[in-house]
């Protein structure tokens, strides 16, 4: 049987370039050899590649290590060096887009927030209708040949989303007002229902008593201001004329001729 090969180890002749490698580092420090510190590994990449590290005692690096690579099989030669963060080193948090880092309430009078032209949430207007729906197809025709209404509007993934959030927010069916309302937005008369594939689910409330007025607002949200909320005022019982008792025995008092 033929004996397994070890394919984390290195070749002895990589593994054996420790001072080639050191002094790469210091060379990529400027010279400066205090930042190269121990030598903590060497690691095999293939057959003829290997890789050195080096504790880097480089000023505002600590945990980073220096990294290099050295290349060969009977003669060693330098392939590259990086000075590479370690689990403990303290890196900058990953880069996200600034469209996507952006939140509502970051926007401010005057500032504006373009829309990309691939934003999958918009599609040119006559192709926002589904092809299931009835004469989708003539009124895309009459859109085009008539070139009316707005650029873009909504496209299903975005009214997707924008379902999806809603109904998870302040004003959807698993808020603490909601659970604790005995009636639902879907049968209060100040609801305001939206037109078009979300009327069924989302409409805007109109009490300007609640907090919710303004804001759209899930059918089965809910709370102590729905307009069939009576109180009950019970029956109006007649009192008779109060009469004080404090136990206090009052003696008449004379009248003087």
Request: glycine letters at 12%.
């Amino acid at each position: 049987m033929q004996d397994l090969v070890d394919s984390t180890v290195p070749t002895a002749v990589l593994a054996a370039a420790v001072d080639l490698a050191r002094t790469a580092a210091v060379d990529a420090a400027e010279g400066e050899s205090e930042q190269v510190g121990e030598h903590l590994e060497v690691v095999r990449e293939d057959d003829t590649a290997a890789t050195h590290y080096f504790a880097a005692a480089k000023p505002g690096y600590r945990g980073w290590t220096w990294a290099v690579t050295v290349m060969g099989v009977d003669e060693v030669t330098l392939g590259e060096v990086a000075l590479l963060p370690g689990a403990e080193a303290v890196v900058a948090p990953e880069w996200v887009p600034w469209n996507e880092r952006v939140r509502a309430e970051d926007l401010a009078p005057g500032d504006l927030l373009p829309v990309d032209e691939d934003d999958e949430r918009l599609v040119p207007a006559h192709a926002a209708l589904d092809d299931d729906e009835p004469g989708a197809e003539e009124i895309r025709a009459v859109a085009d040949e008539l070139g009316f209404g707005r650029p873009r509007v909504m496209s299903p993934a975005g009214r997707f989303d924008a379902a999806e959030r809603w109904t998870g927010g302040d004003f959807g069916p698993a808020a603490e007002m909601a659970r604790a309302a005995s009636a639902h937005c879907g049968t209060c008369g100040f609801y305001l229902t939206l037109g078009g594939s979300l009327r069924g689910a989302f409409g805007v409330c109109g009490n300007g008593n609640v907090p919710a007025d303004g804001h759209v607002v899930h059918a089965e949200y809910g709370c102590g201001g729905h307009s069939e909320m009576q109180v009950d005022t019970g029956s109006v019982v007649m009192v008779a004329e109060l009469v004080y008792d404090d136990g206090v025995e009052m003696d008449p008092v004379p009248v003087n001729d």
